[in-house]
Nanobody
């Protein structure tokens, strides 16, 4: 089994910054892509940013230029640096990754428990 532990959420005023972290532990041989999603009240969960195993990144248009995703493979951790935060960034943020327990094994999807980010105007 694999466990994901998120940290770094909180409340901040518009224009402020937060850094989210998601650490994976357990039976991990390798991790494929790592992503951050968010879900605001009454809205569907949406992809915010993703990073592949070769560190290629992609971002939702709404966060380009403000958010930066990165990963530390030695620590099995993915980060999301969020700058110039806006009230519309308020949501529960979830990390997601696909990992396999051994070489040649099947990749399985895992989700973090979610961390609240609240941005006030």
């Amino acid at each position: 089994q694999v466990q994901l532990v998120e940290s770094g959420g909180g409340s901040v005023q518009a224009g402020g910054s937060l850094r989210l972290a998601c650490a994976a532990s357990g039976r991990i041989f390798s991790i494929n892509a790592m992503d951050w999603y968010r879900q605001a009240p009454g809205k569907q969960r949406e992809l915010v940013a993703g990073i592949t195993s070769s560190s290629t990144t992609n971002y939702a248009d709404s966060v380009k230029g403000r958010f930066t995703i990165s990963r530390d493979n030695a620590k099995n951790t993915v980060y999301l640096q969020m700058n110039s935060l806006k009230p519309e960034d308020t949501a529960v943020y979830y990390c997601h990754l696909a990992t396999r327990p051994y070489f040649g094994g099947t990749y399985y999807d895992y989700w973090g428990q979610g961390t609240q980010v609240t941005v006030s105007s």
